[in-house]
């Protein structure tokens, strides 16, 4: 009969990934409530356990072997289940309703398998979700009309406390039967005036020196989206699926680059159904490809 494998202990691979996401045993050990010398044996005993060094120590902190960011990539979802499970079988049932805003750009690219984890885990707990700009909602947050908020940073608040969670680049998107791009002015379907996203578009042409105007404004992705494929303007978006008949511009097509831009999270209750809910859109985040380590 062949030997089974030895198992891994969640604590051993937790440290890891707080000291690979900060680069620093001291604070990887303040967040697990150990020692720093326990901290480091746990990197020594995970190390004999797999025979591969996993963390290089260097002149500004740990950085990762290939091994280690192969690890990397696969505790942080792995942690995240073992988390879901224990807390499904500890945690007393989660009741009551929670509201959650979010601007329309990110239901479908995020929303979709957080909601889907929230209510398995917790399907006892009744939730709300009110799409808006996130100035809008963030107005709404401050009048106690939601519990919390994903929304754009940039919008910030005094006083609202805020967790960044993704940061990726804007692109431009155009229709793929017209070469409206070329036009003069570069005609743009954006949203509403105090949108990060209109700032950022319009400030890049203003510094490549190239003339635009803005001929369609909307609260909505999708609204901005009709002008673009009926061939009338251009947009931005997040990086990700576009609905047929829409293509990715970028510089070839005489556009210039477009700065990275953060999302963020703002919380104002704390019920245990809001907490919960915040728990879960942070893990989401953070296995994403742009997610942002918590921050402390």
């Not at 988390?83 to 690219?109: H, K, S």
């Not at 996130?134 to 107005?139: F, G, M, R």
């Not at 805020?162 to 229709?175: A, C, D, E, H, Y």
């Not at 003069?184 to 105090?194: E, I, N, V, Y």
Request: glycine letters at 8%; one cysteine or more; charged letters at 20%.
């Amino acid at each position: 009969m062949l030997a089974l494998p030895p198992g891994l202990d969640p604590d051993l691979l937790r440290s890891f990934v707080l000291i690979a996401e900060g680069d620093s045993v001291t604070r990887a050990a303040q967040r697990v409530g150990r020692t720093q010398s326990a901290v480091s044996m746990q990197m020594r005993r995970l190390e004999d356990i797999l025979g591969h060094p996993l963390l290089v120590r260097g002149a500004k902190g740990f950085s990762l072997t290939p091994q280690g960011a192969w690890l990397l990539d696969r505790a942080r979802p792995w942690l995240s289940m073992h988390d879901e499970i224990i807390a499904n079988f500890r945690a007393p049932d989660v009741t009551g309703r929670v509201r959650l805003g979010t601007p329309d750009d990110y239901v479908m690219l995020w929303l979709p398998e957080i909601l889907a984890r929230f209510a398995e885990s917790h399907p006892a707990a009744e939730l709300e979700v009110i799409c808006a700009p996130s100035n809008e909602l963030l107005e709404r947050m401050e009048k106690d009309e939601l519990d919390l908020t994903i929304f754009s940073a940039g919008h910030e608040r005094q006083g609202v406390v805020s967790l960044p969670l993704w940061r990726g680049p804007l692109q431009w998107v155009g229709p793929v039967a017209h070469a409206v791009q070329r036009q003069t002015p570069l005609r743009l379907s954006l949203g509403h005036p105090a949108c990060i996203w209109r700032a950022a578009a319009t400030g890049a042409l203003d510094q490549a020196g190239l003339p635009w105007r803005v001929t369609y404004s909307s609260s909505a992705q999708m609204g901005t989206y009709a002008v673009v494929l009926a061939g009338l303007a251009v947009t931005v978006s997040l990086a990700g699926p576009l609905p047929p008949g829409l293509r990715v511009l970028g510089e070839a097509d005489g556009l210039p680059r477009l700065p990275e831009f953060e999302i963020a999270l703002a919380q104002r209750a704390e019920t245990p159904a809001a907490r919960a809910l915040a728990q879960h859109i942070v893990d989401s985040f953070r296995h994403e490809p742009g997610g942002l380590p918590l921050q402390g």
